[in-house]
C-alpha cells in the first residue's frame, strides 16, 4: 500500500503521453493502464496492473509475426478496440454492416485529445469515415479507469451496428487466470461464484432488458488472490439493460474481457452523422485481495457515481409496509403503522404497493397512478401530514413502467405495450411493459411521477419493476429500426430520472426490480439505494449481502428486518435480524401492529444503536472477515472513514459439538491506537475495557455464540 502511494505520487499526471512512441501511460492510486500504437497505426493494449510512475519504461506497441496461417499476427495481438475486420477471430468490440454488405472493418489511430484526466484517443477504418472515439476518464484518487467508445459514422451511407463494446480488457499475459461473477434469480441474487478461466468464452449477459437477477454486470479476474491478498482486476458495466460481458482466453496466453451493449438480437442502425454511445465500464486493480478491490469500488461509487456525491446525506431509517399489509393499505393503517414507525426512531415511512387506481391485488390498477378514493378519500395528503407531524419523511411505491391488462391506461393505449402485432403479449404477474422507447409513453411516465412529486410532499419514490421485457416488437418504427428499442429502452429511463432529479432537487429514488433485478453503475447513478432482494430472511440475506458487497457498496443496500417465520419456513431471533440489516441501509418492514413490547424495546434499542454507527456502516470500509460460504460463523467489520469508529457483525448459523466460534481477527484498525471496546450484549469474551489496534488485527477477540442463529455486534472507540 505504502509502495503504491509512493508510487503514484510520483507521477506528477494521472495521464501520462509519450510522443515518440505514441504511449498513453494511464495511473491511479492503486493500478496504471497502458496502451500505445504500433507502426501498423493499431491502438495496442500493453499494461494493466500495480501503479508505475514512468511511462518511459513501457515498451513501444510492436507488431507480432505470423505464427502460422492459422495463427495470424492479430491473433497474438492485444488490441485495445479491435472490430471484426481482418484476420480476427476472437470477440469483437465492434462489428457493423455497411448498406451495400461490406462488413470489413480494421481501426487504426487517427487523433487523440488529452485533458487533465480524460483521454479521447479517435480510431478510423482504414478506408472509410467510420470512426470510433475511445474515452477514458481516470479517478486517480479512487484507483478506477472509466472506459466507453462513441461509434461515429461520418460516410455518406447508413450503417447496421451489430455489436457495440465499451470496452476490451486485457489482463498481463498468462493462464491459470480464475473468475468471479455474481448470479442469482428472484430471491436468490448476488450469490458469488468462482472458477478457473480456461480456453473458451465465457458470456456474462442479460436479455431481459433489465440488468437482471440472473448475473449482474461486475466481473473479478485474479491469479490465487484471496480476501486479502492478491492481484484482482475487476470491472463494473453502467447499463440497466440488456448488457455483456465476455470473459475469453484465447490459445495464446491472453485472457481478454470485453464488454458492453449485448450483442443478442441487437442492431443500431446510424444514419451518415449520426453515433452511438457505449455504456461506461469502470476498472479497477487491486494488489490485496477481493476486499480491498470492492473497498475501491465501494469509495468509487459513494463519491463518483451516486447522486450528490460526497454530499449526499446517509440513508435515513425507513419503514416499508409492503410485507405487513401487502395491497391492503389504507389511510387509517398506514397512519397506525406511522404512529409505531416513528417511536421506533424511523426517519422516512415508505407507502408501497396497493394506494391508486383498483390495485386490491396483482391483477388491477397498474398504469393508473391515481390516489384510489375508497383507501384514501382525501387523497394522500391527510396521510402525508401525518407521517410529517411525526418527524418522518414521506415515500411512495411506483411501478411507471407497467401496465395491467386490467387498467384505464390499458383500456385507452392498447398499443403503447411493448408486443409484436398479432402475436400474443405474454403477462407475467398479470402485467405487460409500456413500451419507454416511445415518446409519448415516456412523456407520460415523466408527467405523472413530476405530478406525484409536486401536489404532493413526497420525498422518495421505491420505482419497482415487477417482470422483464418480452416480445420485443416496436411496429410504428421502420423495421431496420425496431431494435433500437432495447436501448432507446434504457436511455428513456434514465432521461426521466434525470428530468425528475432535475425538477425536485430533494427527491430521493430507490430502484427496485423484484428485489436485485436493477442493481448496476447506471441506475447507482441515479438512485440513492437498491432493494437488494425480495428475500428478507436473515440467513439468505447474509449471502446476498456478500454477493452484493463484492460490487455495491453497503450504503446503497436497502435491508429490512421483517417478520418471521420468513422464506425457507425460517425463524430468527429479532436482533439477529436487525445486525443483519443493520449492516446496510437498515429499514423495517416488520408488521408493527404485531410487535410485542420485547419486541419494540430491541427494535428501539437496535435503531438507536444503527444512527449511532450508520456513518461508519455506510461510509467506511467494509472487511468481510468470515464468509457465510466458508463455515457456520459470519462476520463483517465496517471502519469509520477517519478511523475514529469500527463495529464488527458476528453471526452463528448453527453450533455443533459445543464447539467455540473462531477467535476473530479485526483489520483496518490502527495498530498503535487503543480502543475502547463495547459489546451489544455481552457476549465478548475479553472483557478488559480497551485494547491495543495491534492485538485486536495479530491476537483477536472472541465471542460467545451458542445454539442456531446466535449474533453479537462490538462497537470499537478508538480513544
Ligand atoms: C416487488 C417488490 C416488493 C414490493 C412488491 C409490491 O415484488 O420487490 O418489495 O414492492 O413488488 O407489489
Redesign the pocket.
Known sequence: MLAALTAASLSAQPIQYVEGRKLFLLTTRDSSYAMGVDSNGELQHLYWGAPLWRADDVPAAAPRREMSSFDPPAMLEREEFPAWGGTRYYEPALKLTRADGNRDVVLRYASHALHDNALDVTLKDIRDDIEVVLHYRVFADHGIIERSATIVNKTAKPLNIESAQSATFNLPAGEGYQLTYLTGRWAAETQVNHEAIHQGMKVLESRKGHTSHNINPWFAVDAGASEDHGSVWFGALGWSGNWRITVEQTPYQQVRVTGGLNTFDFAYPLKPGESLDTPAFYAGYSADGFGAASRLLHRFEREQIAPGGLTSRVRPVLY?S??AT??NVNEAGQKQLADTAAKLGVELFVM???WFGKRNN?RAGLGDWTVNPQKFPQGLKGLIDHVNSLGMDFGL?V?PEMVNPDSDLYRAHPDWVIHFPDRPRSELRNQMVLNLARPDVKEYIFGFLDKLATENNVKYF?W?M?RPLSEPGWEDQPVADQRKLWVDYVRNLYDILDRLRARHPKLEIES????GGRIDLGILHRVEEV?AS?NTEAFDRLRIQEGFTQAYAPKFMSAWVTDVPNMNRRSTPLQYRFLVAMQGALGIGSNLNKFSTDDTAVATKMVATYKRIRDTVQLGDLYRLMSPRAGDVTANQYVAADGKQSVLFVFRHSQEYNTAPPTIHLQGLDPKALYKLESADNKLVERQPQFSGAYLMQAGVNVTLRGDFDSTAVILEKQ
Not at 512 to 515: A, Q, R, Y
Open positions: 416499508n409492503w410485507e401487502t395491497f408501497d404497493d396497493g396483482d411505491w411501478e421505491k419497482d415487477n427496485c426490480s423484484g428485489g432493494w425480495d
